[in-house]
């Protein structure tokens, strides 16, 4: 991670897209300056918080957009996350990595040539994850396993997506609790994800946590297979 700090660059396509936040662009740009070499983006929520001075929520929504859209790639190296650009995501006209991480100037000439991609020519085809964490990924694939072996419908994306949202929505938001929610389902050979048995009065009492992010991942996918959500 060590670099002398000389700037970021950031393609006109990028610059131009419309969907995406300065925040999103400024962040891209960040984790694209570390990504090659066998090196990755690795900063915590806590560091690129005191640098840009924005909240965890915008760090968690700004990097899962940009997984969604297909310009990230985040693994976990441990307990580290490991942010990188996925290759061809990021026109590199008039960039070019350096062996510290840095982008050059605009106008060298020493242009990287591999085959140019725009945004809008890569589409995820995932889901949205309502947290980060491994653990939290391992325990929903390990329910998707669960399901598959009892022979039960497998999701369709919308229809996973909208089981997070919902996960998401009974759990308060908090993670731990949707863990311990996904493994009493398991425990139980429900079908289903259900609230903790002594939660479901304080979820009533304390209503829906705002899954904002989640919903508008749904709304998109209805959008694309014409389908309402009403």
Request: net charge positive; aromatic share 8%; proline share 2%.
């Amino acid at each position: 991670m060590e670099r002398t700090f000389k700037g970021v660059w950031i393609a006109a396509e990028i610059w131009l897209d419309k969907d995406l936040t300065l925040v999103e662009k400024a962040l891209l740009a960040e984790i694209d300056s570390f990504t090659g070499n066998g090196k990755s983006f690795m900063k915590s929520n806590d560091t690129i918080q005191v640098e840009y001075g924005i909240s965890r929520n915008t760090i968690g929504r700004s990097l899962r957009k940009l997984a969604e859209r297909g310009f990230v790639e985040v693994t976990f190296n441990g307990r580290v996350r490991c942010v990188t650009t996925r290759a061809g995501s990021i026109p590199k006209t008039g960039r070019q990595s350096t062996q510290n991480g840095e982008a050059a100037s605009p106008n060298d000439t020493s242009t990287n040539t591999s085959k140019r991609t725009t945004y809008n020519t890569i589409k995820e085809k995932g889901v949205v994850l309502p947290f980060e964490s491994k653990e939290f990924a391992e325990a929903w694939d390990v329910w998707k396993q669960e399901r598959k072996e009892r022979g039960t419908k497998r999701y369709t994306q919308r229809g996973e997506q909208a089981a997070l949202h919902k996960l998401q929505n009974d759990s308060q938001g908090d993670e731990a609790t949707a863990v311990q929610m996904i493994h009493q389902s398991i425990a139980n050979g429900w079908q289903g994800i259900f609230p903790l048995k002594n939660q479901k009065n304080e979820t009533k009492r304390l209503g829906p946590h705002d899954g904002s992010f989640l919903a508008e991942h749904l709304r998109r996918l209805a959008a694309d297979s014409g389908e309402s959500m009403e």
